[in-house]
């Protein structure tokens, strides 16, 4: 599974980006997928995740309300849509994808357990 992060830019704080990622491979429906992020300096963190049929999401604390992860697999394409955006939201944000049950706390949380992931997209938000 190759994965392809887009849709990252500047924007002002309050302002909103859609983030996509393509998916190459033609077992996308099979993955659970999630969006992490780094800011500079500091480690990578769980934003949110999808179950494979995009029925249950899962958000971190920070972004419940502002943020929705969707996905759909027709197209082979996982979303991030972010409002009400903050400048401490500013990071590179990565797509991943993951064969294990993202409904799984532990699992979907932890970077490790993803096993391919994009490129990353830069988003800066500014005060």
């Known amino acids: 599974v190759q994965l392809q992060a887009s849709g990252g830019g500047l924007v002002q704080a309050g302002g909103s980006l859609s983030l996509s990622c393509a998916s190459s491979?033609?077992?996308?429906?099979?993955?659970?997928m999630g969006w992490f992020r780094q800011a500079p300096g500091k480690e990578r963190e769980f934003v949110a995740a999808?179950?494979?049929?995009?029925?249950?999401?899962y958000y971190a604390d920070f972004v419940k309300g502002r943020f929705t992860i969707s996905r759909d697999n027709a197209k082979n394409t996982l979303y991030l849509q972010m409002n009400s955006l903050k400048p401490e939201d500013t990071a590179v944000y990565y797509c991943?994808?993951?064969?294990?049950?993202?409904?799984?706390?532990?699992?979907?949380?932890?970077?490790?357990?993803?096993?391919?992931w994009g490129q990353g997209t830069l988003v800066t938000v500014s005060s």
């Open positions: 491979g033609r077992t996308f429906s099979s993955y659970g």
């Open positions: 999808i179950n494979w049929s995009g029925g249950s999401t």
């Open positions: 991943a994808a993951t064969s294990l049950r993202v409904g799984v706390m532990s699992y979907r949380l932890q970077h490790a357990n993803y096993d391919y």
